[in-house]
């Protein structure tokens, strides 16, 4: 159907975007985290909303 065809799009253009902020977090939880470490974890997310902004951008076009 065509909502599979879109589905199946979004997929495959945000899969390595999503690849790549799930391996910049891990599994990381935030609460067990040291300062420096969620310091280092703010600042790697903000090197990547770049990638949020264009999984963002594929999802409102198609």
């Given at each position: 159907?065509?909502?599979?065809?879109?589905?199946?799009?979004?997929?495959?253009?945000?899969?390595?975007?999503?690849?790549?902020?799930?391996?910049?977090?891990?599994?990381?939880?935030?609460?067990?985290?040291?300062?420096?470490?969620?310091?280092?974890?703010?600042?790697?997310?903000?090197?990547?909303?770049?990638?949020?902004?264009?999984?963002?951008?594929?999802?409102r076009t198609?």
């Amino acid at each position: 159907s065509a909502l599979e065809a879109i589905r199946a799009e979004i997929e495959e253009q945000n899969g390595p975007r999503w690849a790549a902020l799930k391996e910049a977090f891990g599994e990381a939880d935030p609460a067990e985290l040291t300062v420096e470490e969620r310091q280092a974890l703010r600042e790697r997310m903000q090197e990547l909303a770049p990638v949020r902004m264009e999984i963002r951008q594929t999802n409102r076009t198609l």
